[in-house]
């Protein structure tokens, strides 16, 4: 069995608040793993616990009880971090550097260098489409296009993971449909991305799991299309029935001339999903 790209044991972080004696469950014993070469959507409300548990995997936040591994290897541990792409949900960039000079700063972080990065920046400046604003100060950059040389950056040192915290926030339909297709185009090459993301919609297109945060706790995880599935009710797609045919549908379909071309469950959308869970969740609260 392969090494899952990241597994959390009996996760707990509290923090204390302030002038009051008591503490504050961010992360209540969350367990999950995520394959290898998976997109996993990680979901939930405002403090829900989504962030705390993406710097506790990135090694950012120690937690208070349980275990965070990548590849294998401890969060906690420095090396753990070289085969992770990050990409927060507002992330801070030199406006007085070019795109190029961008990516040529986080690559020497990094420890690359020379020819090397200098191919590495132009191939990752092509594939953001940002070829043409390579020379252009991110001051004058758009949403868009800084969420674009962000994607960068995180690609700077070929990940095995790439963790994306919110990466179309802010940005206009187009330039959000550039990042989905990015992300499908990542999924493709086998590359694991963990997704936090509150257009679910776009979670729904591109997203192998889920695991859905509520206080804290997970309160749902598995397949997409198994969670969606509603599952008192089948679906039968027939092509060239007549209205006869349809009239008569549950004697006739398999003696009869149609096709049948599609017997499955049929599927709510992710968001009525994620609000009927999160709103049976805050029921018993």
Not at 14 to 30: G, M
Not at 40 to 58: A, C, E, F, H, R
Request: aromatic share 6%; proline share 4%.
């Amino acid at each position: 069995m392969s090494t899952p790209a990241i597994s959390i044991q009996g996760l707990t972080k509290t923090f204390a608040v302030p002038f009051r004696r008591e503490k504050l469950v961010a992360v209540d014993n969350l367990s999950l793993e995520v394959e290898a070469g998976q997109v996993y959507g990680l979901l939930g409300p405002n403090g829900s616990g989504k962030s705390t548990t993406m710097k506790i995997v990135l090694g950012l936040v120690r937690p208070t009880s349980g275990a965070t591994q990548i590849f294998g290897r401890s969060s906690r541990e420095v090396p753990s971090r070289e085969d992770v792409g990050f990409l927060p949900e507002n992330p801070y960039f030199y406006k007085f550097l070019t795109g190029e000079e961008t990516l040529l700063f986080y690559g020497k972080l990094c420890g690359l260098g020379g020819d090397s990065l200098r191919k590495r920046a132009r191939e990752l400046l092509k594939l953001v489409n940002l070829e043409d604003a390579a020379h252009r100060r991110l001051g004058g950059y758009s949403k868009g296009m800084l969420q674009r040389i962000g994607l960068a950056q995180a690609l700077v040192q070929n990940p095995r993971l790439l963790v994306l915290d919110e990466p179309t926030a802010g940005v206009d339909p187009a330039g959000s449909r550039d990042i989905r297709d990015l992300i499908l185009r990542f999924k493709s090459e086998g590359l694991t991305v963990l997704l936090c993301s509150h257009l679910l919609s776009q979670v729904q297109e591109i997203c192998d799991r889920i695991g859905i945060l509520h206080e804290g706790k997970l309160v749902r995880e598995g397949r997409l299309e198994d969670l969606i599935s509603v599952h008192s009710q089948t679906e039968i797609i027939l092509e060239n029935a007549s209205p006869e045919l349809l009239a008569r549908i549950a004697d006739e379909v398999k003696r009869s001339g149609a096709n049948l071309l599609e017997q499955r469950q049929p599927q709510t959308t992710l968001e009525r999903y994620f609000l009927e869970v999160t709103k049976g969740e805050s029921s018993q609260h």
